[in-house]
């Protein structure tokens, strides 16, 4: 797995990113009562900024040195809860790998395989500044 910047955010959240390539990020996120709404589920901002941290993470793992990336958009589709005491597992694969713009699709998945949420994404490139 390449080095990956601190996430300090997704460490507060107890995200895992499991495996990292230039396409596909997979990763996993505990369910905890912090992160959850009522009744006891995962928040939907906690899944959209499940799935805004590993569509960063795919960018960044796709970027030329010195390159950086910023999300400048990003919509969800919900279709399933996940209850508190369940893991969220993430899949995030590129729709577009431009030279100033890389789209990214997250699935969200429960633990029983059925589909919680799709994330699709932009994010900018950034070139390093001089």
């Known amino acids: 797995m390449p080095d990956l910047p601190a996430l300090p955010f997704a460490e507060l959240m107890g995200l895992k990113i499991l495996s990292v390539s230039p396409e596909k990020v997979t ?3 505990p369910v905890t009562a912090a992160l959850c709404t009522v009744p006891a589920i995962l928040h939907g901002g906690a899944v959209m900024a499940f799935a805004d941290t590993i569509g960063a ?8 040195e010195g390159f ?12 399933a809860a996940i209850p508190a005491g369940e893991t969220a597992l993430a899949e995030c694969t590129p729709l577009h ?3 100033t713009t890389m789209v990214w699709q997250t699935r969200i998945s429960r633990a029983d395989g059925k589909l919680a949420a799709i994330v ?3 994010q900018l490139v950034l070139a390093p500044r001089t």
Request: proline share 0%.
């Open 68 to 79: 950086s990336t910023t999300t400048i958009e990003s919509k969800t589709n919900f279709f």
């Open 27 to 29: 990763a996993e996120l």
């Open 120 to 122: 699709t994404q932009t």
């Open 97 to 99: 790998r431009g030279k």
């Open 57 to 64: 993470v795919a960018t960044v793992a796709n970027l030329a």
